[in-house]
């Protein structure tokens, strides 16, 4: 078993490093928060007698050998960049974990058949550089080095260029690297477990995801003298075609999720009829038949709202995230380690994004959740119970146990 | 009868001062352009040998005697501050009538029993300091001179300031100034003239206006971990209401107007449930109890999304202007002059605020409305054709002679 106060106490010392005055933590991915992140928890693993490698895009393998080391390595890992309200929960808590797993192996003297590797993935969060899960990205081949050195921040800053500033641009060739079996703990990011009041949850797999541009287009007039009868009120019709979303998402019940969560309004002005609005739609579910009815729906509906209004709707796909079921033996070991420990499990699929669904084109994957508080994250109030996050790298220990060989 | 090429060339000449590519206008309240502006209009009146006030909020008046001076003027006027991307003829056509009719007056030589003037309105669009409608708004009392010079613009630069800085503040009190009776001409910024293929609008009202700044507020959480069911999303509750504005609208016809013309998103982020929106509510009719009953409908509405969603939902009022009635004389001489000018005219109640709803708190108003191309007004393509802008002012000219006396 692992010892949780030295995990806890591992995440409040990670969380120092860009910690907020709400309790919070800004660290974007490749600043110089996120070198001294990486610096501090690589010299944890050094102290383990872990290797350190990092490959062309900046994502950090930590290797304790096993007796055979000519298997591929059983991987755990996540990220330690943040959201920039973000907390100290939201992949550390992946990373710390593998950490913890070393530490206990090591006390115990327990070797392994296999190698046992922690990663630190560039970039998941996206919020500084696109596309979101950058450096898990770029490892399975979803996208080019290339694509992903040329992304720049807000301030025109490359990635390639940036990584180079923090010591981390390593030469592992991106994928150059096998890996028998990968497992990533996370707190749930949603409100599931908390409601049913359960420690672990086992992910079968994570809602694919399709992500849309809509932009409506009728004409901007002035509010007062535009009789009703006569206007092309691009917001109007955008509310139909917002709420349309919602009903889409229930009707592909348990999974379908459906969201309207950015919106533009030109002129936007109070006495206005706006000309055009421009809006994103997230649409989620688990399998690949469910996402494409709801992608057809929307397409339905968009085309009827262009016979019935006669105004311009453009929808522009903009992301797609096939829906990822991981692997049976990967799901079997979390929920048996889970048993075996005594632990109360569900199953909860992952709404959310991680970099395991890239690992999981590589190899067997799973995932383990833990819930944090009120299903809060993305926000610096993000909270976790300690005794959730130890019993979540319990299992993490027992699952990799079972997939390494003792 | 006024020369309507006259009166074109000058429409241009003063089109030139903050003329932009797209044939437009931007010539924002009390800056340079704006002194230009108004220099050109009071060499232009000087030249017709007029006497120039202005008093302390920048309003000029433009006088030519009558017979008996002790009579309170005839006014009529607008304002030539623009939208930032505005036109060439909103508030400008209602200027350079009034210099027309006074060109008209001094080339046939006629005299009118009471004085003749032409005011110039200062910042009547609102565009660079709020309230709107300023000028007039302070000359009749409707708010203090200190409010309106205390106004400042994105840059922090106070009314005061910029009327001192341009040589446009005057000594004259606000509002020591009686009026006899008050016309002005105006391009419609509607499409109900063109569409009626009509010269001239009889203009019986200006709608009154309620606005409002409404805000949702949910909770934010993570769009693809959360659940549809235990959502608590803004933006969905906020598409309900905006919907319910424009069916208000709907209810209370012919002159019921309902516009949500600006709307804040927060956080803003595709893949955030959005946990709060702010967004403006325009509404107008035409009677104080038509306009009362919309404001009713909305509140009760607002009531019931409160106790069906359980969400916290804000109505703030944050400007109203009482339905405007004109004066029957001054209706009439519209009405009249047309007549005997023979052209054809309709009743069209005005849906956006001018200054002459603040001069009609002070004394007899009418308004002559003109087509525009379109509707189209606070665009730089605003457009109008030369033959209707001459009729109006034909029309104001009678209209006014009537009221004067001759
Ligand atoms: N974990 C996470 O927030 N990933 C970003 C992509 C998504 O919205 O699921
Ligand atoms: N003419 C004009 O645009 N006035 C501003 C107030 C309104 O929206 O009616």
Chains 1, 2 share one sequence.
């Not at 490749?30 to 490959?55: F, H, N, P, Y």
Request: glycine content about 10%; charged content about 20%; aromatic content about 6%.
């Amino acid at each position: 078993r692992v010892d949780g106060a030295r995990l806890w106490d591992s995440l409040m010392e990670l969380g120092k490093i860009g910690g907020t005055a709400k309790g919070g933590v800004c660290r974007l991915a490749l600043t110089d928060l996120d070198k001294q992140g990486r610096d501090l928890v690589t010299s944890w693993a050094r102290a383990e007698g872990m290797s350190v490698v990092v490959d062309q895009i900046g994502n950090i393998f930590m290797r304790r050998p096993g007796r055979n080391n000519a298997l591929p390595p059983v991987m755990t890992g996540s990220h330690i960049d943040t959201q920039p309200t973000g907390g100290k929960f939201d992949g550390n808590y992946g990373v710390l974990s593998g950490i913890e797993v070393i530490r206990t192996l090591n006390q115990h003297g327990i070797q392994t058949e296999a190698p046992i590797e922690v990663a630190v993935w560039t970039n998941e969060e996206g919020s500084r550089f696109v596309p979101v899960m950058m450096g898990s990205g770029v490892f399975c081949g979803a996208f080019t080095l290339e694509h992903a050195y040329n992304a720049t921040d807000i301030d025109g800053k490359k990635v390639r260029d940036e990584l180079e500033r923090i010591g981390y641009i390593g030469d592992q060739v991106c994928g150059d690297h096998p890996i028998g079996a990968y497992y990533e703990a996370h707190i749930e990011q949603g409100p599931v477990l908390e409601n049913a009041d359960t420690v672990i949850g086992v992910v079968p797999a994570v809602l694919g995801l399709s992500w849309y541009d809509c932009t409506v287009t009728g004409f901007e007039s002035h509010a007062g003298p535009t009789p009703m009868e006569i206007r092309k009120d691009a917001l109007q019709v955008s509310t139909y075609i917002m709420q349309e979303v919602v009903a889409i998402a229930h009707r592909y019940p348990p999974y379908g999720r459906g969201t309207v969560g950015q919106v533009q309004v030109m002129p936007n002005s109070r006495n206005v009829i706006p000309g055009q609005v421009k809006f994103s739609i997230d649409l989620r579910n688990v399998s690949d038949e469910s996402l494409n009815h709801m992608h057809e729906d929307l397409v339905a509906y968009l085309e009827a709202m262009r016979q019935k209004t006669g105004l311009s709707i453009e929808l522009e796909r903009v992301s797609y995230f096939p829906p990822c079921p991981f692997h049976p033996d990967c799901v079997d070991n979390v929920r048996a380690a889970s048993a075996a420990l005594g632990y109360k499990t569900m199953d909860v699929v992952s709404g959310a994004g991680h970099d395991a669904i890239y690992a999981a084109r590589l190899a067997p994957a799973g995932m383990i959740f833990v819930p944090c508080k009120d299903g809060v994250s993305h926000n610096e109030i993000e909270d976790a119970r300690p005794e959730h996050l130890e019993a979540g790298c319990n299992v993490l220990l027992q699952a990799m146990l079972a997939s390494a060989g003792v």
